[in-house]
């Protein structure tokens, strides 16, 4: 039997239709808008301004506080203002526009395809090199990628497991990575491993990609302490506890950091972005980015630098089909939809999704009836039909106590549930305010 | 007779115990009150309607009693009278109330604000506000599904099914508050009744530079200082690129709202009227004319209140005079629609008062 | 692109799950059941369920037009599920006329007083049941014999076995008989084989969980050996197949979560061998569920689901 996580999930049709498609590199577009908060936490404060020449991996903002990760221009060209733009949810966030000239990167970036083995830097310089280089988590959360790697004293690290799960259906982001840059994924795996001093590496595969877990099991032949983990297909097995769960049968308890089961969890996007920031000295300002829906004329898989426009990355798969009704960054399960198409690829974008209109369309609301389909799919288990209805009456205190918390928005019950109700928007909308809540009694006991 | 006798005194036995029992009950539960709960309480109106925004005359008193002075306490009933001889009662300052009412502080119907995207979520602006800026190019407007009405406890605020704003009814608004903690756009404010209803104020809360705003709403504020210089008591202040009108230094008198270019400043019930029913929404003509006319049932016979019948009536003689002149002036040059339709005012206004429902059901 | 974008939070796909295809489900499920009780009832068999359904689906359409004046939703199924189900808890030969009146009870006060699907404390069908055999004592507790086919009101009548079990007798009925359905006793109850493939047919298009049905055989086995009975016998008769697998499964008036679902089965099995044993009616299955039907919101208030992370395995 294949391993995989223990509680819930759930199974929906996983539509890949860009599977097997090569990364295509992308045109240069004519200008790019990188906005300053690509990551979670503080925005990055800007060090350019208007006029100024930047070439691709110059530093044009540096992160602001603890939890913040510097970014790069991803062009070279002029910076043609520091503004606010509106962001993929449509808020004015701040944001540096780039008119791009030509293709000039900084000179210390290795550009050679070379396969570079050797690691040579320690475990402090790896840490330092990752936080200078902007990496954040690639598969969606976009968590500072070298707060990971130092885990608070009182933890010890013993395992780094490389998710490379992409349970989202219609992704394939990471899955064609892995088939291209299987050796280079590899040395960002032992980078890791360095970084936090580790030797054990798992690198988890769903089962619905053989070919993929075949050569990464080849290729790891060389690497005896990293192994390769098929999977059984089940979303939301991308999730950092259900993935911790599936490789190691450990469970994180309710509010403590993954890190105390000893995993450390990295996509393996971030990996390959640990391989080109250690061994290449190159920034993150591009990535692959999947251009797929049932519509699109070419689904395919992009390397796109960060700050191009979502349109441009549309136009070369095939432009927008007639009838679309819904463009989501990210994976239909978890991705956001965003309002325009104006908006554009940010460091966490996997991919983008267009939806038939009557695809996007959610079907009427009924009463619940109380099926406990939610409860049984949740991965958390929780009772998401309760929490709604606590949350949809503000009774925050029994949200909390029920531990609205814990839950991790992968989707599962409002996917499931045959009265169509719109269970994880109002737990979304829960979390926040709990949140908020938490987080302002912490605050005033702090003072007292 | 001995049985008589027998019943009378087992009867007298039973009751005389219990009432031992009940005196002793009394006497070990016994909750200390002040007794001037119960004098605040007597010179109430005790109408028990919750106007006060507590539960009852009885909660009242025991907040006046409790409270340390009688600022922001009012019973919208008993008005000044009333306070006076809580105060009374009290000993204390009688602080004059300044009846308060609920202001919805957004234009942005279907006509001034395209959407530009639809919402297809949750039935609720917290949910909503959550996933984005909304569906129009103006992030800070109304969103427009109702959560203002679910916390209104008085059914004193209203969907407008045609511009799809919400509408206060001040009479039965309380300024209890609710909907201003409810709004996750922070839209509507507590504002100073005024004099006869009058009111001015800026309705719009959209902090984005002048022409970004301009482009997302046509009744935008976009902080073009016009207003500002035209004040004669220093009432207006400008900030993160949005006017207001303080309502401490406003004298309502109406010199702001002639040079806005966007309509963003409302003048509500000037010339004076004795009562008026409603709204905010008043002196924007623009939108439920035309969605209203068509459907041949403008106007509202069907009115329950005999008084808020009368209102429109007396209403139309007065209102080329007043308040659609320098309204028209003013949006001239920004929307010529406005202009045009104008003199129909009270109509439009008062069927998106009380037509609701026949709208609602129409379209 | 000039047509807008819709936008809502995720997630944006769906599993296409409805409360139409549940309650269908069920029914499906209940097929076997249905030809079984034609097969030992004939027309006494038709005309009850036939009656039971279609007024089932009146009241329910009459009340929510008239009465409620909201969307009618007697296409999802769930009015003729009720039906049925309380067709099943009948005996064949009942009058029209009782039907009709525990139909409107199930309808009218199991379900629509209380809001409707979705909201109703007690299980409707068991409502409509329990309200006529407790007014109708004597009709509902008179069983015809199988294999009457053409008869309805005229048909014989005997004790069901687990009356005779009551009386101190032998069931009068070898497992095998009891176990295909050639017994007397409501139309839907008498097959065991009939409604165990309907319970299978549920659980492989995961319309319910196994956790509820088996608790109720669990339980319900060991309180009849403790209390003395033939396992067996109680298993097989008097509804408890029935009730176990699709009265108890209702969604509506049974727990949330897999932990409370064992319990609630639990108490069923327990309450309806006392009952059996120590109570004035033979039967007890009707009456276990909806007094543990009045304790689901408080084994969903205290019972909580296993969560993720609860037992931490460290180490």
């Not at chain 2, 799809?164 to 507590?190: N, Q, R, S």
């Not at chain 3, 897999?258 to 006392?274: E, S």
Request: proline share 6%; net charge positive.
């Amino acid at each position: 039997m294949l391993k995989t996580f223990f509680l819930g999930g759930i199974h929906p049709a996983e539509n890949k239709l860009s599977a097997q498609k090569k990364v295509e590199t992308l045109d240069l577009p004519k200008q790019v808008i990188i906005p300053l908060g690509q990551h979670i936490g503080a925005p990055a404060q800007a060090v350019v301004k208007k006029g100024d020449k930047v070439k691709a991996g110059t530093l044009i903002a540096q992160a602001s506080g603890f939890v913040s990760a510097n970014i790069h221009s991803s062009v070279s060209g002029t910076v043609a203002k520091v503004d606010v733009i509106a962001d993929s949810a449509g808020n004015l966030k701040p944001a540096v526009v780039i008119d791009v000239e030509g293709d000039e990167w900084e000179e210390a970036i290795d550009r050679s395809a070379d396969l570079k083995k050797e690691i040579t830097l320690d475990s402090k310089a790896i840490v330092d090199k990752v936080k200078e280089c902007g990496i954040v988590g690639l598969g969606g959360a976009t968590f500072p990628t070298h707060i990971k790697l130092m885990p608070p004293p009182n933890t010890k690290a013993e395992v780094i497991i490389i998710n490379a799960v992409e349970c989202e259906p219609y992704l394939t982001s990471d899955h064609q990575l892995m088939l291209e840059k299987a050796d280079e994924i590899l040395v960002g795996v032992k980078i890791l491993m360095k970084s936090v001093n580790v030797n054990k590496a798992i690198i988890g595969i769903e089962n619905n990609k053989p070919d993929a877990i075949k050569l990464m099991t080849e290729k790891a032949k060389d690497y005896p302490e990293i192994t390769i983990q098929p999977l059984k297909v089940k979303y939301p097995q991308g999730g950092e506890k259900q993935l911790i769960d599936a490789c190691i049968s450990r469970q994180v308890a309710s509010g403590a950091l993954p890190i105390s089961t000893g995993a450390v969890v990295q996509n393996v996007g971030t990996a390959f972005a640990v391989y080109e920031a250690v061994q290449k000295n190159k920034p993150l300002f591009e990535r692959v980015v999947t251009v797929t829906g049932k519509a699109v004329a070419k689904p395919s898989n992009f390397l796109a630098r960060v700050g191009t426009p979502m349109s441009v990355l549309i136009e070369a798969a095939g432009g927008i089909p007639e009838d679309t009704g819904k463009i989501i960054s990210g994976g239909p399960m978890m991705g956001k939809a965003m309002p325009t198409v104006n908006t554009v690829v940010v460091k966490g974008c996997s991919g983008i999704l267009l939806m038939k209109d009557f695809e996007s369309r959610r079907k009427e609301m009924t009463d619940c009836i109380r099926c406990s389909k939610c409860v049984n799919v949740c991965p958390m288990g929780l009772t998401p039909s309760y929490l709604m209805r606590v949350c949809e009456l503000s009774m925050w205190d029994k949200a909390e106590t029920d531990r609205v918390m814990d839950c991790i928005e992968c989707g599962s019950c409002s996917f499931t549930c045959p009265a169509n109700r719109t269970l994880l928007d109002y737990i979304r909308l829960g979390k926040g305010k709990v949140g908020g809540i938490i987080r302002a009694r912490a605050a005033s006991t702090a003072t007292k | 007779m001995n049985l008589i006798l027998i019943a009378l005194i087992t009867l007298g036995v039973i009751g005389a115990i219990g009432a031992v029992i009940l005196y002793l009950v009394a006497q070990k539960f016994y909750v200390y009150e002040d007794p001037r709960i119960a004098q605040v309480d007597e010179v109430l109106p005790q109408a028990n309607c919750g106007g006060c925004g507590y539960p009852g005359c009885k909660g009242f008193a025991d907040a006046c009693v409790k409270a340390t002075t009688l600022e922001g306490l009012n019973c919208p009933v008993g008005g000044a009278e009333v306070m006076a001889q809580v105060a009374s009662v009290l000993g204390q300052e009688v602080v004059a109330a300044d009846p308060k009412v609920a202001v919805v502080r957004c234009q942005g119907s279907c006509e001034v604000r395209p959407s530009t995207s639809q919402y297809d979520g949750a039935k609720s602006c917290a949910v909503a506000a959550n996933t984005f800026s909304g569906e129009t190019g103006c992030s800070f407007g109304c969103i427009g599904l109702g959560d203002c009405v679910v916390s209104c406890e008085f059914d004193a605020i209203h969907m407008n099914p045609v511009t799809g704003l919400p509408e206060v009814d001040d009479e039965k608004c309380t300024a209890c508050g609710a909907c201003v903690k409810a709004c996750p756009k922070f839209i509507i404010e507590l504002r100073k009744k005024g004099k006869s209803n009058r009111r001015i104020y800026v309705s719009c809360v959209n902090k984005d530079k002048g022409g970004v705003a301009r482009k997302a709403c046509t009744k935008a504020c976009i902080a073009c200082t016009k207003c500002q210089k035209e004040c004669p008591f220093d009432a207006i202040t400008i900030e993160n690129n949005i006017a207001y009108i303080d309502n401490d230094k406003c004298k309502s008198c109406r010199k702001c709202e002639p040079v806005c270019p966007t309509g963003a400043i409302v003048a509500l019930n000037f010339p004076p009227r004795k009562e008026k029913p409603v709204v905010n929404q008043a002196p924007k003509p623009v939108t439920p004319k035309p969605d209203v006319t068509p459907d041949g049932k403008p106007q509202a016979p069907a009115e329950p209140k005999a008084p808020e019948t009368a209102a429109p009536a007396a209403e139309k003689p007065q209102t080329p005079e007043q308040p659609a002149k320098p309204e028209t002036e003013n949006t001239k040059d920004i929307n010529e629609t406005v202009k045009a339709e104008t003199p129909k005012q009270p109509e439009a206004v008062q069927t998106s008062l009380f037509k609701e429902e026949e709208i609602g059901v129409s379209r | 692109m000039d047509k807008k974008l819709i936008v809502s939070l995720s997630p944006h796909i769906h599993s296409g799950n409805t409360v139409k295809g549940a309650m269908y489900g069920v029914l499906i499920a209940l097929i076997p059941a249905l030809l079984t009780s034609l097969f030992f009832f004939g027309l006494g068999a038709f005309i009850v369920i036939v009656t039971a359904v279609l007024s089932c689906v009146l009241f329910e359409f009459l009340i929510q037009k008239f009465l409620l004046k909201q969307k009618t939703t007697i296409c999802d199924g769930s009015a003729v599920l009720t039906g049925l189900l309380l067709a099943f808890n009948l005996p064949s030969n009942l009058p029209i006329w009782i039907i009709i009146i525990g139909s409107l009870v199930a309808i009218g006060i199991g379900k629509m007083s209380f809001g409707g699907l979705g909201n109703n404390i007690f299980n409707p069908a068991l409502v409509g049941r329990v309200f006529l055999l407790i007014s109708f004592p004597t009709a509902m507790t008179s069983w015809p014999l199988p294999g009457q086919w053409s008869s309805y009101l005229d048909a014989t009548t005997g004790a069901t076995p687990l009356a005779l079990i009551a009386a101190g007798q032998e069931a009068g009925y070898s497992p095998m008989d009891m176990f295909f359905g050639s017994m007397n006793g409501s139309l839907g109850e008498v097959s065991a084989i009939a409604l165990l493939l309907g319970f299978a047919y549920m659980l492989i298009r995961k319309i319910i969980t196994w956790h509820i049905p088996v608790a109720i055989f669990v339980v319900a086995a060991l309180m009849s050996l403790i209390c003395g009975l033939n396992p067996i016998e109680q298993l097989f008769s008097g509804g408890l197949m029935l009730g176990a697998i699709f009265m108890a499964t209702d969604y509506v008036s049974s727990p949330m979560n897999k932990r409370g679902m064992i319990i609630y089965g639990a108490f069923i099995g327990a309450l309806t061998i006392l009952i059996r044993k120590f109570g004035a009616y033979p039967e007890g299955m009707s009456f276990a569920i909806l007094i543990m039907n009045a304790f689901t919101p408080l084994i969903n208030t205290y019972v909580k689901p296993k969560r993720f992370g609860e037992v931490v395995k460290n180490g």
